[in-house]
């Protein structure tokens, strides 16, 4: 297409180096080695690494402060995990297959069958709303596969998803999909408030897919890139066509993000003495990746006229991730031993082949070209930023900067990316984890406590990093000559051994839902005893509602998640002749608030279905129960007339 700008015709050419493919095994050579402290702290917090030394390390463990590692399969259709982010109370969202999945999350809490396999409850126990737990096949790391049901899922109108990126405030997710169509859809309804579209008057545009998606700081436009190699700056306000166009890749963009960082104002270059002289405002860049080798960056301020293409670099093999590391000012405040120029300067790390490779987006010049561990293509890439304050291996907390790739011969491999490492032109090979099907996807949470990885099978390994006891509050002793010296031990409690001690009784404290109801929010305390999953507190609820005529307020004003949970219950035990006198109520209640919406939610109609079937099944046992109290008074009575 005459819009695009072919390898040859960049600014900076460069040709691209053919290198040796090796075996997987060749790799994975006794000559490769981990660093020994970093090796043992990923096995002990994170379970990464050699079963036999994960278990020699952790066997000591008390078991709820262990690390606890989860394996399982989105949807069983064998789609390839295309991308995975972690959003608001560490739920964690896949794109993979025709609809976006969410495991977790604070609105559903322990009534997540991900979050409980997470805490370590793997005893098989009764699901009191019907649904069936099992396990799968082995996984890579030699556990089971876990049939996990998505806590929610988001529609796609049919296309396959590939990208997902929340925004800062995690009530918006943006969803690319392999139609060509950017959805953004509302965390708590799930509904698609917008869709944004590519069409050919766009540059070339012919709805190939999405690749990726990414939220600009302010949270009012999205960024995405894909197949027909074009970048689009989508502003959420308006469905309309997108703000910018950026066209310059010559194939296919893989990724695409943005780039902040604090720009010093006019004022405090020139020196001068206003008020505002020293402040500072926030500049950002976008940064894509592409197929045609190069590393593009782009400014779109509205200040720029002409070419938005700040500069152009050549990675030398097709771009497959890009990752961003933030200034070290930024991320903790942890007194520096050394200094870098590189220091309050935002770097991009790019991956393509079995290199990674370092720039400045200001600059565009290549900091470092790295090799690396891999035998095949580096397919994703995440960032560790962390204080280890645990104070195992040393008495200060340290602080650690690790660059985590995956790639498709299966290899999680964990280098150093601390800024002198990069500076000196190394990043360190640390630790690393071999699996038996190629990864797709890495996602760390933000507060580095998970770290998720997607293979190409549609399987997830979620590892969740360990937990630390509550270190008892040291009691200081008081300085000789004070006073709290002096009357040391003058509050004990002495009594003597004649003495008859009333035992004193602990007020017991109240439920969530019992403290729901003493504030008159039914609806809240129906929602939160169904939580608990415990039939007779949930009936307890329900008959006190009914006594306070509240038992409409709460079953009323209900979207398709929340009925659901009321639906299933319901249904599970209606049968239950503890329980039916209470729930018949409560379905005539459901049925004339919610009969119109019948038709128009797939789970709901389901449920109904169900609790059709269930109490005509029950109809049908109670007129054969009739009948033969029938018989039996029949007999009863002849024994009496003889």
């Given at each position: ?5 072919s ?20 790799s ?15 096995a ?13 390390l952790t ?23 295309e ?12 794109a993979?297959g ?25 005893e ?15 996984d ?10 998505p ?73 995405s ?30 990724c ?25 405002d926030?500049?950002?860049?976008l ?37 961003i ?9 942890l007194?520096?031993?050394?200094t ?19 720039w ?56 150093s ?7 000196s032109?190394s990043?360190p ?37 360990r ?12 300085k ?35 403290k ?34 509240g038992?409409?307020?709460a ?18 035990f ?8 209470h ?8 049925i ?5 919406a ?13 609790l ?19 018989q ?11």
């Open positions: 297409m005459s819009s695009y700008k390898t040859a015709r960049l600014s900076t050419p460069h040709p691209s180096k053919t290198s040796t493919v090796q075996s997987t095994t060749a994975l050579s006794t000559t490769l080695e981990s660093h020994p402290a970093e090796a043992k702290w990923y002990k917090n994170y379970g990464i690494g050699p079963r036999k030394q994960v278990k020699q066997n000591q463990n008390i078991d709820a402060f262990k690390y606890r590692k989860l394996g399982f399969r989105v949807g069983g259709s064998g789609y390839p995990v991308g995975m982010e972690y959003g608001e109370a560490n739920s964690l969202l896949v993979c025709p609809r976006l999945s969410m495991y977790g999350g604070s609105k559903v809490g322990l009534s997540s069958e991900f979050v409980r396999r997470l805490d370590g409850k793997k098989k126990e009764v699901n009191l709303f019907g649904d069936q737990s099992g396990n799968g096949n082995d890579e790391g030699g556990g089971k596969l876990e049939d996990i049901k806590d929610r899922q988001f529609s796609t109108g049919g296309h396959l998803t590939t990208a997902v990126s929340h925004r800062s405030d995690r009530r918006l997710v943006a969803v690319g999909t392999e139609g060509g169509t950017v959805r953004l859809c509302d965390t708590n309804s799930r509904a698609t408030l917008r869709t944004f579209s590519s069409s050919k008057k766009d540059g070339g545009g012919d709805r190939k897919s999405i690749r990726d998606v990414c939220w600009m700081r302010d949270g009012k436009r999205v960024v890139g894909g197949d027909d190699g074009v970048v689009r700056v989508w502003n959420v306000a308006s469905e309309t066509d997108a703000e910018f166009n950026l066209i310059g890749h010559g194939d296919s963009v893989r695409v993000g943005v780039v902040s960082f604090k720009a010093e104002t006019d004022a405090s270059k020139q020196g001068l003495e206003a008020e505002n002289a020293f402040q500072s926030w500049s950002q860049l940064v894509s990746g592409s197929y045609d080798h190069t590393i593009r960056t782009w400014n779109i301020s509205e200040t720029v006229q002409g070419e938005r293409c700040t500069s152009v670099m050549n990675h030398g093999d097709p771009v497959q991730a890009l990752l590391l933030s200034p070290v000012e930024n991320s903790f405040a007194e520096k031993t050394k870098t120029k590189f220091d309050n300067i935002p770097l991009i790390v790019s991956a393509g082949g079995t290199t990674l490779k370092v400045n987006p200001l600059t565009g010049t290549c900091v470092g070209s790295y090799a690396t561990k891999h035998a095949k293509t580096i397919t994703s890439l995440c960032f560790l930023d962390m204080v280890d304050d645990s104070g195992e291996d040393s008495a200060t907390p340290q602080r650690k900067r690790h660059i985590i790739t995956g790639g498709l011969d299966g290899l999680l491999r964990i280098h990316a601390t800024l002198e490492d990069i500076v032109g990043l090979f640390l630790h690393g984890m071999q699996f038996n099907d190629p990864i797709s996807a890495l996602s760390l949470s933000k507060d580095m406590s998970r770290l998720a990885i997607g293979f190409t099978n549609g399987a997830i390994m979620v590892h969740r990093r937990k630390f006891p509550n270190k008892p509050a040291k009691r200081r002793e008081p000789p000559g004070t006073y709290s010296y002096f009357m040391r031990g003058g509050h004990e409690r002495t009594h003597d051994p004649d003495d008859y001690l009333l035992p004193q009784q602990k007020r017991k404290k109240l439920s969530e839902y019992d729901l109801l003493r504030k008159f929010r039914y609806g809240d305390a129906l929602d939160k005893v169904l939580e608990s999953r415990n039939p007779p507190s949930v009936i307890a609820v329900i008959e006190e509602l009914g006594k306070r005529c038992l409409t307020q079953l009323s004003n209900r979207d398709e998640e929340s009925l659901e949970s009321i639906l299933a219950f319901t249904t599970r209606i049968d239950n002749p503890q329980y039916t006198s729930l018949i109520g409560v379905v005539h209640i459901i004339d608030i919610y009969g119109f019948v038709g128009q939610s797939a789970i709901v109609d389901e449920l109904f279905t169900k059709k079937v269930k109490v005509g099944t029950e109809c049908t046992v109670q007129k054969n129960l009739l009948r033969l109290l029938g039996i008074d029949f007999v009863m009575a002849n024994a009496d007339g003889s």
